[in-house]
């Protein structure tokens, strides 16, 4: 199995779960690589995303945070791949209440059934989206919702290095589509 990494506002950073991710299983993971982190606009963003996608080959599970995860939404809302078969959103951001206009072109956010298997994970303290917020869009999209507690933004600064919690849902979604070809954690 492959993983799509899609970090949210200002890319992921060097002690973040999913860089560490990339680390670890350098053959497993790759990540979209947007050309504005700082300033993004919707259009671009999803733009950006739909061509990783149309280059993969194989199957393929989407893990996405903050902003990646709404990005990854509209996505879904526009377009599809046969190669993608599960989406991970961790603490998505509430794009709908950010008092920055850039990332308020991303509101509303998509509220139709994903198509694919998701899982959004969510904690109790994320300064970014309220967990009822992501709890009331994993039901709009179907989606398993996983609380994990009080870890701020599920971020670097939620001092979790490399998530292992966070790959056992990973290792749970894929186990649950049924395309086992390769676990990232053996």
Not at 90 to 116: C, G, N
Request: aromatic fraction near 10%; glycine fraction near 4%.
């Amino acid at each position: 199995m492959h993983y799509l990494n899609i970090p949210g506002l200002y890319n992921s950073g060097e002690m973040h779960w999913q860089t560490q991710w990339e680390r670890l299983y350098p053959a497993n993971f790759s990540r979209v690589q947007q050309a504005c982190w700082d300033r993004p606009v919707k259009e671009e963003w999803v733009n950006t995303l739909d061509k990783a996608i149309r280059q993969l080959d194989a199957p393929t599970i989407l893990v996405a945070h903050s902003l990646g995860c709404i990005t990854v939404v509209h996505w879904a809302a526009q377009y599809a791949s046969p190669f993608i078969k599960g989406v991970l959103l961790v603490a998505p951001a509430d794009v709908e209440k950010s008092a920055r206009e850039y990332i308020q072109t991303f509101a509303p956010v998509p509220l139709q059934q994903l198509a694919i298997p998701s899982v959004v994970v969510a904690s109790m303290n994320d300064p970014h989206c309220a967990i009822d917020r992501s709890a009331k869009w994993a039901a709009y999209w179907r989606s398993r919702f996983v609380p994990v507690g009080h870890l701020g933004h599920i971020n670097s600064d939620s001092n979790i290095h490399d998530w292992p919690e966070g790959m056992a849902i990973l290792q749970e979604l894929e186990n649950a589509i049924g395309v086992r070809q390769y676990s990232a954690a053996c």
